[in-house]
T-cell receptor, first 117, second 113 residues
């Protein structure tokens, strides 16, 4: 079974440029998450989707970040314009979405490492 | 609110020595607790989890963790370190009915030959 797939793995851009990250979750996983991982820190939730609906985007900086999950499968996270402080790893994760029992395992992709110059 | 604190951002052990990675949690409700491992250039993967059954939880690769309510701890141990255990380890917390897993800052484990 294929795992969570993310692309690109690495991206280097100039500040003020736009950037987009793509995620394909495990087949059949209804819940998709985008996490931000700064250097030396643990992942922090940006947004959670249940199928195509963003049910928790309270931590997403909406002035420059946007996300979508059309058709409830693949998802894209966009930053426009990027700032120096956005340099980090953007992780996508998915799970089966078992009604929020809290005990479910998260399945992570390898991440997209962004460097903003 | 829930949180986890991992004591020690870096831990170094010799091959064959005991591995002990410390995690303390804060939660107003009975927690679910997790340990994830992240190998270089890979995503996080689940090592083990505690969900209110047995307090001693066994995971993959010989790791185990013990839930101690009185100490609000969930430390990760392995009797004998192997070079392949070198990675970053994250403790995490959630709650029954919860949607948000909260991660600690991580502990990087170095294994010396």
């Amino acid at each position: 079974e294929a795992g969570v797939v993310q692309s690109p793995r690495y991206k280097i851009i100039e500040k003020k440029q736009p950037v987009a990250f793509w995620c394909n979750p495990i087949s059949g996983h209804n819940t998709l998450y985008w996490y931000l991982q700064n250097l030396g820190q643990g992942p922090e939730l940006l947004i959670r989707y249940e199928n195509e609906e963003a049910v928790d985007d309270s931590q997403l900086p909406k002035d420059r970040f946007s996300a979508e999950r059309l058709k409830g499968v693949d998802s894209t996270l966009k930053i426009q314009p990027a700032e120096l402080g956005d340099s980090a790893v953007y992780l996508c994760a998915s799970d089966t979405g078992t009604g929020g029992d809290g005990a479910g395992e998260l399945f992570f992709g390898e991440g997209s490492r962004l460097t903003v110059l | 609110a829930q949180s986890v604190t991992q004591l020690g951002s870096h831990v170094s052990v010799s091959e064959g020595a005991l591995v002990l990675l410390r995690c303390n949690y804060s939660s107003s409700v009975p927690p679910y607790l997790f340990w994830y491992v992240q190998y270089p250039n890979q995503g996080l993967q689940l090592l083990l989890k505690y969900t209110s059954a047995a307090t001693l939880v066994k995971g993959i690769n010989g790791f185990e963790a013990e839930f101690k309510k009185s100490e609000t701890s969930f430390h990760l141990t392995k009797p004998s370190a192997h070079m392949s255990d070198a990675a970053e380890y994250f403790c995490a917390v959630n709650r029954p009915g919860g949607f948000k897993t909260i991660f600690g800052a991580g502990t990087r484990l170095f294994v010396k030959a």
